[in-house]
T-cell receptor, first 115, second 113 residues
Framework: GAGVSQSPSNKVTEKGKDVELRCDPI?????LYWYRQSLGQGLEFLIY????????KSGLPSDRFSAERTGGSVSTLTIQRTQQEDSAVYLC?????????????FGPGTRLLVL | QKEVEQNSGPLSVPEGAIASLNCTYS??????FFWYRQYSGKSPELIMF????GDKEDGRFTAQLNKASQYVSLLIRDSQPSDSATYLC?????????????FGTGTSLTVIP
């Protein structure tokens, strides 16, 4: 079956512009995560959605970052007034929530470059 | 203090040898533990997960968990050049304490032909 998809695969923008990143999770997966990975670094948790519950936004680095998930499926991560330090790969992952078995499957990522 | 720590490496082993990757975590209540492999420029892919103390084997891979020592490791037997990648350790505290996954910064492995 289809895996997690993300778009765009690459995005170049100018400092101060807004960007939207999209994630389509695996069908039937109720949990969705956004991460950020800077060059040579580990994964930084941003936000987590689970079904109809309030999202866990504790990882969002500033109020310029927001995310929504419509219909329990597609998610959009929005970065307003982008800064050069926002340049990174933004990864989306989805999982079934089956007790402790929260195995995450990652999308290919969106590589964001802020000039 | 970082939630999950790994030696960044690089770790180099000859082809056919055993590669040993280590990870320690700070939250004693952590419940599930994952190893991901990430090739350069690619997204992470799951290798295996472990919940219980002891060893779990899957092909050439063995995960070892010691909750008392807050330590999880990954052994790769008969290492192949195709195993050259960055290996990420991830820890989840379970549904009762939150749903965040904490990832280490990864260990870079090079298998030398």
């Amino acid at each position: 079956g289809a895996g997690v998809s993300q778009s765009p695969s690459n995005k170049v923008t100018e400092k101060g512009k807004d960007v939207e990143l999209r994630c389509d999770p695996i069908s039937g997966h109720t949990a969705l995560y956004w991460y950020r990975q800077s060059l040579g670094q580990g994964l930084e948790f941003l936000i987590y959605f689970q079904g109809n519950s309030a999202p866990d936004k504790s990882g969002l680095p500033s109020d310029r970052f927001s995310a929504e998930r419509t219909g329990g499926s597609v998610s959009t991560l929005t970065i307003q007034r982008t800064q050069q330090e926002d340049s990174a790969v933004y990864l989306c992952a989805s999982s079934l929530v089956d007790g402790w078995g929260k195995t995450q499957y990652f999308g290919p990522g969106t590589r964001l470059l802020v000039l | 203090q970082k939630e999950v720590e790994q030696n960044s490496g690089p770790l180099s082993v000859p082809e056919g040898a055993i590669a040993s990757l280590n990870c320690t975590y700070s939250d004693r209540g952590s419940q599930s533990f994952f190893w991901y492999r990430q090739y350069s420029g690619k997204s992470p892919e799951l290798i295996m997960f472990i919940y219980s103390n002891g060893d779990k084997e899957d092909g050439r891979f063995t995960a070892q968990l010691n909750k008392a020592s807050q330590y999880v490791s990954l052994l790769i037997r008969d290492s192949q050049p195709s195993d050259s990648a960055t290996y990420l350790c991830a820890v989840n505290s379970g549904a009762n304490t939150g749903n965040q996954f904490y990832f280490g910064t990864g260990t870079s492995l090079t298998v030398i032909p």
